[in-house]
């Protein structure tokens, strides 16, 4: 009998852990495109810049939030093998985010069997919120030409601690890149 109010407790804490560490969680769809006549195995340097129209929003086109991303990129691509290059880099990383008001409608049907008593009816409410875009392309520096393009959209909280927004940047850009293939050792080179 102790085992199993024992057990029952552990289930009971592991489901309110889960339901606490999704309500925690972003919640952010990530998606990526490219050109499928490219192979992008092929480079290993790359750089990373704002994209032009980053100035715009005055809050996401911040220095702070502009380097805070820069950073975020170069580390998540140096990760992957890549070698950060300056100078002549075979990739452009370009970065931008943006910020879209969204409404949601929400009906809430009413009915039952037993409306004919108590009466029936639709219940709509609307919801307002913002929704956040990471975006990142990649372009081959070459021909300046999009090779691919990720990104991430939904509702993002705003961490409260600067540590915290490093390290939710730092997540968006590594699951947007996530898709985007480890860069290939030159094996014919010799070191």
């Known amino acids: 009998m102790k085992t199993i109010v024992k057990l029952m407790k ?14 925690c969680s972003q919640a952010l769809q990530v998606s990526y495109d490219y ?11 790359f750089k990373v810049e704002a994209e032009h129209n980053i100035e715009n929003d005055p ?3 911040s220095e702070l939030n502009r380097r ?6 170069k580390e998540v691509m140096e990760s992957k093998g890549y070698k950060y290059d300056q100078q002549s880099p075979e990739l452009i990383v370009r970065f931008m985010t943006d910020v879209k008001d969204r409404q949601q409608v929400r009906s809430n049907n009413m009915y039952s069997p037993y409306m004919w008593w108590y009466g029936g009816g ?3 409410s609307t919801y307002n919120y913002q929704e956040s875009r990471f975006i990142l392309n990649i372009y081959q520096k070459n ?3 999009m090779i691919w393009q990720g990104w991430a ?13 490093e390290s939710m940047v730092k997540n968006t850009m590594s699951d947007i890149l996530r898709t985007f293939p480890q860069a290939t050792q030159d094996t014919y080179s010799r070191k």
């Open 59 to 61: 809050l996401l086109g």
């Open 10 to 23: 552990s289930a009971g804490v592991a489901v309110v852990a889960g339901v606490l560490i999704m309500a």
């Open 153 to 165: 959209s939904g509702k993002v909280k705003a961490p409260t601690k600067k540590e915290d927004r």
């Open 68 to 73: 805070r991303l820069g950073d975020a990129v």
């Open 35 to 45: 050109d499928s006549s490219v192979n992008l195995k092929q480079f290993k340097t």
């Open 122 to 124: 639709n219940n709509i």
């Open 143 to 145: 021909s300046d030409r």
